[in-house]
């Protein structure tokens, strides 16, 4: 099993309309999440990071932790064409490494 | 300020031909990363290196060395490339919250 399961996708929502994309780690010890954003053919990019449970938002972005259901989600309100793009939860546990899930596809619809 | 810098770009290999692919980064940081990326699997580490001078194995190493030049670079190794090799490679580097990635490689081995 891998540590870190994305709902699989793809997501098409249209525009203005809040994509939801959920992510479930199996490693306990996991203290640090990440989403990234990776438009296509380019390099992952960090958009949120969340280190406690609860809410974080940033923008158009809220990302939840919930620890005890080892279970992390990002939710892009009033999404837009530019947001259409692969987004990749991470998780970090106290060494250095990141492990990351397989990406969900996301195409908002004009 | 070029942040996290790879090259080549694309490169095209025969089965058993060896190349080093190479990563260099601007940021003074400490800790430096080589993933590869196929479709559906998300990134997966190969190498990483907490520090100048040490390295350790990932999720992904056989078939793969590196090295850590300096506090720069930190190049990637195929010694006898297999199409199983085949992918998008990253490399990044971290300071204390982030990891920034690279524009990748795109290695295609026939």
């Known amino acids: 099993q891998k540590e870190v399961e994305q709902n699989s996708g793809p997501l098409s929502v249209p525009e203005g309309a809040i994509a939801s994309l959920n992510c479930t780690y199996s490693d306990r010890v996991s203290q640090s999440f990440f989403w990234y954003r990776q438009y296509s053919g380019k390099s992952p990019e960090l958009i949120m990071s969340?280190?406690?449970?609860g809410d974080k938002e940033d923008g158009r972005f809220t990302a939840q932790l919930n620890k005890a259901s080892q279970y992390v989600s990002l939710l892009i309100r009033d999404s837009q064409p530019s947001d259409s793009a692969t987004y990749l939860c991470?998780?970090?546990?106290?060494?250095?490494?990141?492990?990351f899930g397989a990406g969900t596809t996301v195409t908002v619809r004009a | 300020n070029a942040g996290v810098t790879q090259t080549p770009k694309f490169q095209v290999l025969k089965t058993g031909q060896s190349m080093t692919l190479q990563c260099a980064q601007d940021m003074n940081h400490n800790s430096m990363y080589w993933y590869r990326q196929d479709p559906g699997m998300g990134l997966r580490l190969i190498y990483y290196?907490?520090?100048?001078?040490?390295?350790d194995k990932g999720e992904v190493p056989n078939g793969y060395n590196v090295s850590r030049l300096n506090k720069r670079e930190f190049s990637l190794r195929l010694e006898s490339a297999a199409p199983s090799q085949t992918s998008v490679y990253f490399c990044?580097?971290?300071?204390?919250?982030?990891?920034?990635f690279g524009p990748g490689t795109r290695l295609t081995v026939t």
């Open positions: 991470a998780s970090r546990s106290n060494d250095y490494k990141l492990s």
């Open positions: 290196s907490a520090s100048e001078g040490t390295t």
């Open positions: 969340i280190y406690s449970n």
């Open positions: 990044a580097s971290r300071d204390l919250y982030e990891q920034y």
